[in-house]
């Protein structure tokens, strides 16, 4: 079945239901039991089914079966956010006194979790120099238990190289977590090309309409967790919080996902209601579509910018000159994704004013909306970094980030045109016209 195909119909069936085309919402708190044996049965894993929707719940186990569906994966977790999918799919993998090694261009949130919060729970993160397999492969030793990165980087744009990153990891006996929330299985499945977990922050292009939060972890169900016995005991030795279970006996290939549910969801609980499950649902049935309108504008606003004299540069991975330009055209088939940076003429100055200007396209930290979204990151997403942190994740004072909806284009361009007038004096010369700036703000890149 193909994915717009499964964007639409897997998961359900009316079958046990009222017989309904659209999946049902069980708003929920808690399923009654047959029996006391069938409650015990429930809590001893020994049956499928649902007990407390803090745990599972009948809506949310569509929209975990559909995605995991559309990316290729064996089992998923849905949670209440994308940064707690990424926090709950790390952890699941670590204890104190081991590391992560993940690349350095990264959402500044999820940098904040990993260069500061990680530590005071005993994980270390070591970020790479770069994105590039050979700087993951010099930080890895015997404590790493996962390299992470984002699949397209947010807000720098880079696009890692991921069968690379796999393969380094899987050398190293650890698997490959991927954030793939900016391309979407859509564009990009990181199971095909190696890639052991995927994560998403539902709230953005999959639920594609900036008013529903949540998050979803799919495991591929390749990686041979007891193989690796050594490095990942939480798997396979017994789980003195849950009788004694060992995850890759009782669960076998879908050990990631069990325990993930079974100890971090059951005991942090990081929900996602059923009413988000269901919005997000529907926002997943037509992300096929809009991800073509959001790629094609993409592509019009970025050579707009370029071609203007009042833009000074652009980071956009569809152009050729771009060091990403080789890694679109293997990974997301030539169609650079929908998030773009770029900077004008007059700096952080010129920039604010632009900024204050735009009309149309909105001011707001998220993307991924089918409306058009503009962000300045070093004062926003990335505040708490420093200059240096924000250099090497590809943001500079300059930088604006926008996230180009579904309007027609000729509206798209004529906000830019208006901002670009009220920021930059008319009279500006043309700037680079290799498309990337020249104080190299753009990300350290992958190495050729």
Known sequence: ???????????????????TTAVPIYQSAAYEFESAEHAAALFNLEREGFRYSRISNPTTDVLERRVAAMEGGRQA???GSGQAAMHFATLNVTAPGTNIVSVPQLYGTTYTLFAHLFPTMGVT???????????ISALIDDQTRAVYCESVGNPAGNICDVEALAAV???????LIVDNTVPTPILLRPIEYGADVVVHSLTKFMGGHGTTMGGIIVDSGK?????????????????????????????????????????????????????????????????????????ENARRVAEFLRDDPRVEWVNYAGFPESPYYHLAQ???????????????????????????????????????????????????????????????????????????GIEHIDDILADLDQALDTAVPSQVKRGSSL???????????LAQ
């Open 1 to 19: 079945m193909h994915r717009e195909t499964i964007a639409l119909h897997f998961g359900y069936t009316a079958d046990g239901h009222a017989p």
């Open 77 to 79: 977790l849905c949670v």
């Open 125 to 135: 993160v070591k970020f790479a120099a770069d994105d590039s397999p050979e700087a």
């Open 169 to 175: 990891a899987h050398d190293h006996g650890v698997p």
């Open 223 to 295: 990686f041979p967790w007891a193989k690796h016995a050594r490095r990942f005991p939480m798997f396979n030795e017994p789980d003195p919080s849950y009788h004694d279970l060992v995850y890759t006996e009782h669960f076998g290939d879908a050990a990631y996902i069990g325990r993930c549910r079974s100890v971090y969801q059951r005991t942090l609980g990081s929900v996602l209601s059923p009413l988000n499950a269901f919005l997000l649902l529907q926002g997943i049935e037509s992300v096929a579509l809009r991800m073509e309108r959001h790629v």
């Open 330 to 404: 293997k990974y997301l088939v030539g169609r650079a994704c929908s998030i773009l940076t770029f900077g004008i003429h007059g700096g952080l100055t010129a920039g604010t004013r632009f900024y204050n200007a735009l009309e149309l396209i909105k001011r707001v930290v998220n993307l991924g909306d089918s409306k058009s979204l503009a962000c300045h990151p070093a004062s926003t997403t990335h505040r708490q970094m420093s200059a240096a942190e924000q250099q090497k994740a590809g943001v500079t004072p300059e930088t604006i980030r926008l996230s180009i």
């Open 435 to 445: 498309g990337v700036p020249s104080a190299a703000p753009v990300p350290t890149v």
